[in-house]
């Protein structure tokens, strides 16, 4: 199959790329062995203050709600972090006083949620906490196998709300502020609003084990306006090798299509770092599995890491490195049609930011770069057989 | 740090790092109180199971194999083929007769069809339904799927000449459902793989697949056929030619249970067993042509099937039916339809089988279209049970679009 651009990794580092290509006309396809680290998001853009106009109209167009405010936002324990650009689901306060009467709310059954880590943490900042249970019916199902989670109770939750929030109304006594586990709005993502609109007092919602509720759903959210403007999405299917000739790549082989290649002009690598496999180590060194790109690292293993296991871990920092347009290394050269995005990068290139906005800073940089190029071309750029073909049939 | 380096665990379980996405994946977990859900039931259970057998959960059977879990996992753990693994290993029930009888596809298709116009009248009544229901515990909610007169292979057979004159060949594995039940899907590939100037072959004596009974209890019975099926695809692929198919499941089955669920080596075969659909594409990629007639139109909604998922070849089936002039295309959202095989035919299944799938069938019911496309034969039975749209597999499609 031919495209364009062949995105390998479909993680918010591919997927921004994907949509913007296809929204620039471009053919793209994104191969993704698994879900990615969207699942473990917290729903605040890391290392991203205002969003740019382009990813504002990206994530408007996409249906995602954001907001941003310099602040500080709540954690699942109960402290307090720095935070800005976030998605709609998230409260930002001017500073961590934001109440001074809370009632923590959780689903009896539910262990994913830190109601008394979250309720020691408010009173620290002079807040007093009440932590009450529902028992809800509803959740019988997931209660009885013990496998309660997020996304579970959230698909209940998309049904249930209205119910939730006319339980909450009969807790509630003096409290100015309700925290809830963040299990709402899954499909349905007018659900937190409309929850903050039922409940007389600030709701508040506060993060819970993975999967992240509003990170699936942002990952829904990108995947389908990436279809919706024809991109197509090769879900479950792992790049294993890639095709050079001269330092340029042809084709990449995946685990599913086996001997039938992608082609491309371009390709982008947005396979994530360590986490999700992109990176991947053996007891003598860390590497790169589809291409074998260069990455700093010190030859003794003991320098990978930190004794304090809390602390900075040095091997989080590695990446594969690039040039300044982002195109990647193998052996001391730049790969003139391939690029590394995301996560993949590690600490290489601090000035595009770190996390979401290091993926999201990284994507607009290559297609930026990628568009230049074909601008500059003067060849067509390739164009699926099939589809032009259909035409003229 | 040389055993770190080398060792890989079964199905890759070791690789699990707890991160819980394959439990937002699992249709059966959103719907079924007694399923302990893919972490549990696969790398988590599989630890505990590795200790002491004793740690075998008979709620296993819950599972409908869909790989969803699978498809999800980042971590590339085999969750769907752990959890098979397991029932086959730790599960000494024997099968009841009711899923001895729905495993036996191509048994109960040579019985049923010198008779099938009685067989189908049968099935089709209500008392027959309450009895099978009362006697069997196979949902008396659930339509059958109706036998054919003639087979297909009886059919190919009688074309065997015409068919041996185009200047390519392939074999066709047409599984049981082609063979007695829907033999006009099979005329469909012939059809269409003609107007490539490809003619088609039976292999040598085919068998059932064998997932129905791999679902079922019945693994050793699934080996024999593995067995055999492997045999026979190695006779055609030794002769130089492709194998196509027009069922996902079946595919999938040959392809990958057969070596990691049963440990039938299909190494010789595994690369020439292909869908028809990507044959057809690769073929047209390569410069054929297909005609189509100018006055077709059709609204068509794709579902893809889990097992096509898994085996990622969706993108064929998508982009032959995109390609045909007059098709309005729409894909369907990602979603199980519940029925999985037999799975949806027990008793014990059926609500859970319907609550899956039910947001499948708002789609399609939301969307109206002229067609349902689907690769697969038993997700054909439960949409057009559940929602009334008529399902075709895109091979039939294209056949009715040529000129
Ligand atoms: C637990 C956790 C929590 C985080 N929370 C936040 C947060 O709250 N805010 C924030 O700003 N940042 C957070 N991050 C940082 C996060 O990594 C980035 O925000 C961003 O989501 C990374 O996106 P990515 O696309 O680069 O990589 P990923 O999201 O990791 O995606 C990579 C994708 O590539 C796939 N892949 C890997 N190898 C292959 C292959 N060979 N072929 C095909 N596909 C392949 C993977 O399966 C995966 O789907 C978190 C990271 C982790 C690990
Ligand atoms: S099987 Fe995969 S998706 Fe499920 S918990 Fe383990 S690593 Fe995560
Ligand atoms: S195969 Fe399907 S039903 Fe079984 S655990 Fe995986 S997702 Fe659930």
Redesign the interface.
Known sequence: ?KFDTVIMGGGLAGMVAGIALQQAGKNTAIVS????AL??FSGTFESLQAPSERLAELFSAAGIRVHYRKGVRLMPLGTFKEAALSLDDIDLFPTPKFGRRVLIVNFLGYHDFFSSFLAEGLEKQGMECRIRFLSLPEL???K????M?S??IA?SMDRIWEKVAQEIRLLLKDEDTVILPQVFGLLDDTVPGRLRQAIPARVVFAGT???SVPG?RTQMQLR?RY?LLGG?F?????AIRAHEHDGVVHSIA???????YLEARNFILATGGL???GLVS???KITEPILDLDIDQPQDRNEWYNPTFAGEQPYMGYGVKTDEQLHAIKDGVAMQNVYAIGSILGNTRPELGSGAGLAINSAFAVVDQILRCTQNDNEEPAT????S???N? | MKLQEYTTSAHNFEECMKCTVCTAYCPVLQVNPLYPGPKQAGPDGERLRLKDPYFFNYALKYCLNCKRCEVACPSGVKVADLIQSARIKYDTHPPKLRDQILASTDFMGTLARPFAPIVNAVTDLGITKKVLDFSLDIDHRRTFPKYSGRSFESWLKRRSKEQAAFPEQVAYFHGCYVNYNYPQLGKDLVKVLNALGVGVQLLDKEKCCGIAMIANGMAREAAKHAQHNVEVLGKAVSRGLKVVTTSSTCTLTMRDEYPELLKVDNSAVRDSLLMATRFIYEKLEQGATLKFRADYHKKVAYHTPCHLEKLGWGVFSERLLRMIPGVEFTMLASNCCGMSGTYGFKKENYEASQAIGAPLFEQIKTLNPDVVACDCETCKWQIEMSTGYPVMNPISILAEALE
């Open positions: 199959m062995m698994g879900q990615n699942h473990f019988d199902n997931a009885a196998h013990g496998e989670r996304v579970q698909r084990m993975p999967p699936v389908r279809e197509t090769l879900m479950g299917d792992q995946t685990h599913n299509l086996d001997a039938h986490y999700s496999k053996n007891p003598f699926p057989v099939i589809l073909e259909a035409k049939l």
